[in-house]
């Protein structure tokens, strides 16, 4: 089980990896080669914990929003939900779409509505397809699933 402290959990950026001992074996190998044995990480750890009272009991409502927003989005063209549906609180969207496409869509909802979504997309084997990640959190939730979906809706071509 991977666990990130920062995504959803909203603490310094680390994770927290639990498993039988032959799979935590494999991670501590590919952890060294990745660069990830920085020296003090405590203090990271230290935040997670922290956080992790006030953010575990959000969970099943950021996971039923999340749910919910892959519903309304299900059957708009153009844009595919991964997984669908989400098993977390977090999911991707493969958009429809052109990297300057993706990036005037940012611009107008910006400036029509205030909304700000993503700086940029992932890259795609496909030039005409962008892929966002979503974290439902307390800012998304703000939003009815109706008015995410619309949101996103409006990046594919």
């Known amino acids: ?10 603490a310094l950026p680390g994770c927290c990896v639990a498993g039988p001992p032959d799979v935590i074996g494999q991670v501590r190998d590919w952890r060294r ?4 044995t920085l020296f003090g ?11 992790l009272a006030v953010q575990l009991p959000k969970m099943p409502g950021y996971l039923e929003h ?7 989005l299900r059957d708009v063209p153009g844009v595919r939900v991964v997984p669908d549906p989400p098993q977390t ?3 991707h969207f493969l958009l429809a779409t052109t990297r300057e496409g993706f990036a005037e869509t940012v611009r107008a909802l910006a400036t029509e509505q205030g909304v700000w979504t993503w700086a940029e997309p992932m890259t795609t084997a496909d030039a005409a ?21 619309g949101v996103i809706a409006r990046f594919a071509v």
């Not at 397809?129 to 979906?149: K, M, W």
């Open 89 to 91: 609180s977090m999911m």
């Open 1 to 10: 089980m991977y666990v990130s402290f920062y995504k959803g959990i909203g």
């Open 129 to 149: 397809v962008q892929r966002v990640e979503l974290s439902i959190g307390d800012a998304t939730c703000g939003f009815t699933p109706s008015e995410a979906a």
């Open 41 to 51: 990480l405590w203090p990271n750890a230290a935040s997670a914990l922290s956080q």
């Open 33 to 36: 080669r990745m660069g990830g």
């Open 66 to 72: 999340a749910r919910a927003i892959a519903s309304e």
